[in-house]
């Protein structure tokens, strides 16, 4: 079975594209939301009050316009199971039912993607952060865990929707796997959604002075998901 997607792994985000477009027409998009995730990373390690999303979306609205935007607070059901998968799909579809339908599916097939692949290794270590210097607190106090799902359907535009939560589970070698209770989560689950299309007026100017920033933080933080039926999942 084909896929009618292609997904990579950038940083803490999941980028979804239509495979008859190929990766290098979204090169604008793969740069940029690497150096703004590069950015707020940086801001937050010498900052931890710092508010990560607003520091990436500071970066990103200098050459991508926001036709829409929207935050939910969402707290999980009491006796209930939720999944990051559920939570994109349905915040995807408050925006566009069909492309919350193409997220689902797209990131169900994510979901079945073996954590020890090097590109969902990659997702892991953005998405839930570890300590060289380990809290021996008992108990343990919760960890951040912050995900980005994008879906762009042209190279200059997309969609997405941004995570971010408090738990004390170690999470999944693949995050998708991960299932959640109430007693799971510290709070509610903050969640942000964001329809842009790229400034070519702005970013024109931009474009090779980004690419030459992040040259060298491509293969450490970009890698493409290999997505098959015959996928085993952790």
């Known amino acids: 079975m084909s896929c009618d997607y292609s997904v990579s792994v950038v940083g803490g985000a999941i980028v979804i594209v239509p495979e008859s477009d190929g990766q290098a027409a979204h090169d604008d998009l793969v740069n940029s939301v690497l150096l703004a995730q590069l950015v707020a990373n940086k801001k937050v390690e010498k900052d931890p009050k710092a508010d990560w999303y607003n520091v990436y979306v500071e970066v990103l609205d200098d050459f991508w316009l926001r036709q829409t935007k929207a935050?939910?607070?969402r707290l999980i059901t009491e006796n209930g199971v939720e999944s990051a998968i559920e939570w994109v799909a349905a915040a995807m579809s408050k925006g566009a039912p069909d492309e919350g339908l193409?997220?689902?599916?797209?990131?169900?097939?994510?979901?079945?993607?073996?954590?020890?692949?090097?590109?969902?290794?990659?997702?892991?270590?953005?998405?839930?952060?570890?300590?060289l210097d380990e809290s021996t607190e008992v108990p343990v106090p919760p960890k951040v865990v912050r995900l980005l799902v994008i879906l762009a359907r042209t190279p200059t535009s997309f969609t997405s929707v941004y995570l971010e939560f408090k738990t004390h589970l170690e999470i999944s070698p693949n995050p998708l796997?991960?299932?959640?209770?109430?007693?799971?989560?510290?709070?509610?689950?903050?969640?942000?959604?964001?329809?842009?299309?790229?400034?070519?007026?702005?970013y024109g100017r931009a474009r090779n002075p980004i690419a030459l920033?992040?040259?060298?933080?491509?293969?450490?933080?970009?890698?493409?998901?290999?997505?098959?039926?015959?996928?085993s999942g952790v």
């Not at 193409?102 to 952060?129: D, N």
């Not at 959604?193 to 790229?198: F, G, K, N, T």
């Not at 933080?221 to 997505?227: D, F, I, T, W």
Request: aromatic share 4%.
């Open 177 to 202: 796997v991960q299932l959640y209770q109430a007693e799971d989560v510290q709070g509610a689950v903050s969640m942000r959604y964001a329809r842009v299309y790229l400034s070519e007026t702005l």
């Open 213 to 231: 920033k992040v040259r060298e933080k491509l293969d450490a933080n970009v890698a493409m998901l290999s997505l098959s039926d015959g996928s």
């Open 102 to 131: 193409a997220t689902a599916a797209t990131l169900a097939r994510v979901a079945s993607v073996s954590g020890t692949e090097p590109a969902m290794s990659l997702l892991r270590s953005h998405v839930q952060k570890t300590s």
């Open 71 to 73: 935050r939910e607070e």
